[in-house]
């Protein structure tokens, strides 16, 4: 038996840390929605119990360092599940680029083991799962729009933001999510409101969901990497109604209204960045998140 996951990139509208916490990892409260690029993850069931993991792209680890794998191997040792499977992934969404291409192939991989072993659990019960492999995981199971706190591993679904485009641009710089979150100096933040950014979202409100995107890891990202601030820059002066680093970076999002506005700003780009994609959101996640078996492909 085989089935096919999407395994869309995210962006977060907004990115607070309240605080450190004793397990080293850092408190935050962020508003992070689901983008129309996606990694494509084809899974096929095997008799033997080995998970094997093939990556389109050689230089991401295919090894227990690929985080589709550690989807693979956590649920097979927790359900002892005495099957294995063939992981493929086709990978789109740029690598260590703030859009949580890793977790959310292991997000798919988990949604699709589920549903090829017959394991019936529930999406809270992946999410869950997903949080033992990192903490953006848990956020891309489902998909949509959220509120992600704690570690990021807490998760509210709110409305999902008016529709827009997307134009994405990476520089080829990859950054370690890890130093990032170091470099922060937590004395010196400056918070999102992210209250006012939920209620925007709710009114539908695009204006001020520009005027209030906000994340406090760009500044750390930004003073490492002057490239992304480049990024920012032009992005702003070919027209993007709001702009800002996506996550640890070094990804730079603009929010785009009008299709016509989007070739100009979407070539602009492409005149000094060879990583730029326009996309739309995935408004409501589920249903196009659902694995596909062999006989739909
Ligand atoms: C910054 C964000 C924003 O969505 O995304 P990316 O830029 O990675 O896409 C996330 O918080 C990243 O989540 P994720 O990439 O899953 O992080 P993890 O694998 O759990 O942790 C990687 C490392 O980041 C740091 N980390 C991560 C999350 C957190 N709340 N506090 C932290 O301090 C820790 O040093 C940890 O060892
Ligand atoms: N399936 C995967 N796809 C991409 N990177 C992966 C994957 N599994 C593990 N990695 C590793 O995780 C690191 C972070 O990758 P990624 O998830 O793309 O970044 P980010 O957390 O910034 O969104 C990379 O350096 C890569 O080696």
């Known amino acids: 038996m085989k089935c096919s996951v999407k395994a869309p990139a995210k962006i977060n509208l907004s990115l607070d840390v309240l605080g450190k916490r004793a397990d080293g990892y850092h408190e935050v409260e962020m508003i992070m929605t689901t983008v129309d690029l996606a990694d494509r993850i084809d899974l096929t069931e095997t008799t033997d119990r080995r998970i094997t993991v093939e990556v389109s792209e050689g230089f991401v680890p295919s090894d227990h360092r690929n985080l589709a794998w550690q989807a693979g191997d956590l649920l097979q040792k927790r359900y002892k599940v005495n099957k294995g499977a063939h992981i493929y992934i086709t990978k789109r969404i740029p690598v260590a680029a703030g859009l949580a291409g890793g977790s959310s192939d292991a ?58 485009w997307v134009i994405l641009a990476k520089p080829p710089t990859g950054v370690s999510t890890a130093d990032i979150y170091r470099g922060l100096k937590l004395d010196a933040i400056e918070h999102p409101d992210t209250r006012a950014m939920e209620a925007a979202i709710e009114e539908q409100d695009f204006d001020e969901i520009c005027s209030l995107l906000h994340n406090v890891l760009e500044s750390v990202t930004l003073d490492l990497y002057p490239e992304v601030d480049n990024i920012k820059k032009q992005m702003q002066k070919f027209g993007a109604d709001g702009v800002l680093m996506s996550g640890s970076g070094p990804t730079v999002f603009g929010l785009v209204a009008k299709e016509s506005r989007l070739n100009r700003i979407y070539n602009g780009l492409r005149g000094f960045c060879d990583d730029v994609h326009a996309v739309r959101l995935i408004r409501s996640s589920n249903t196009c998140l659902k694995p596909y078996k062999d006989d739909m492909l």
């Open 107 to 164: 997000a798919a991989t988990l949604r699709g083991l589920n549903e090829l072993w017959g394991l019936g659990l529930s999406l809270d019960e992946l999410a869950k799962l997903g949080g033992e492999i990192g903490s953006d995981v848990p956020f891309c199971v489902y998909g949509g729009t959220a509120i992600a706190t704690g570690r990021g591993e807490i998760i509210r679904h709110i409305d999902s933001p008016p529709p827009f």
